[in-house]
């Protein structure tokens, strides 16, 4: 049986980088989505010939749609050796104290608490293969960024998560990293203009912004890593050395 990996936000830019990937690899790739059903099969339609995958619909959410998915990977492939928490999303800018309680809850339901409850639906698959989870934070989950304190918070959390889960997992040889993509020209940031991506080109000192193929091969690295967890690795471009 190949390594089975899971991984949430695949309809996406980036993980849908990170599904072809692995695909490229030898791994049956289970793509999750939430609405972008075309999408996630756009992705695995690029996968090489004879790839085994699955896409399926889930609202990482909500608990049952979450026992329905990984019962249905168990049904159709077996137990989940790799786990990206690739889901999130990001809200409009604006100041803090123009945030809102049902703003805060989206974004954590989203960037958090949707990772923690998958995640722990899959701990007993990891610990029977000696998996490995990455975690998608955020550049801003380590500096912070004005006017986006709710993700950066949510991401932020994102690290502690994958710090402490890393020192619960690792006598059972499972390991648990972060990345932490810069900017990446994504749907997600599609609101950005020229001026302002040009911009933050410039504040980069590799003098260019990252794509999801770079962000696809630190998770493929950390993934394949035996002997690195608990660790954020930062795909930034040096921009928050």
């Not at 604006?94 to 995640?119: A, G, P, Q």
Request: proline content about 3%.
């Amino acid at each position: 049986m190949k390594n089975i990996v899971l991984i949430t936000g695949a309809s996406g830019g980036i993980g849908s980088a990170i599904a072809k990937r692995f695909a490229e690899s030898g791994y049956a790739v289970v793509l999750q989505y939430r609405k972008n059903k075309d999408s996630a099969e756009q992705t695995a339609a690029a996968f090489p010939k004879g790839t085994g995958h699955l896409c399926i619909r889930c609202d990482l959410n909500e608990r049952d749609d979450v026992q329905d998915l990984v019962s249905e990977i168990h049904s159709r492939f077996g137990t989940v050796s790799v786990l990206v928490n690739c889901a999130g999303i990001a809200l409009p800018q604006k100041l803090f104290t123009d945030t809102t309680d049902e703003e805060y809850e989206i974004i954590f339901n989203s960037n958090v608490h949707s990772m923690m409850r998958l995640t722990r639906f899959l701990t007993d698959d990891l610990r029977q293969n000696h998996g490995t989870v990455v975690n998608i934070s955020s550049m801003w989950g380590v500096v912070g960024a004005s006017c986006e304190v709710l993700y950066s918070a949510s991401k932020a959390a994102v690290i502690g998560f994958t710090k402490a889960l890393a020192k619960e997992l690792a006598p059972s040889d499972v390991t648990v990293n972060a990345v932490a993509p810069g900017l990446i020209p994504t749907a997600m940031n599609a609101h950005l203009s020229p001026e302002d991506l040009n911009a933050f080109r410039l504040d980069t000192p590799l003098n260019r912004l990252g794509t999801p193929e770079d962000v696809a091969e630190s998770v493929f690295f950390l993934a394949n890593a035996r002997f690195i967890t608990g660790q954020v690795l930062c795909c930034d471009g040096g921009i928050t050395i």
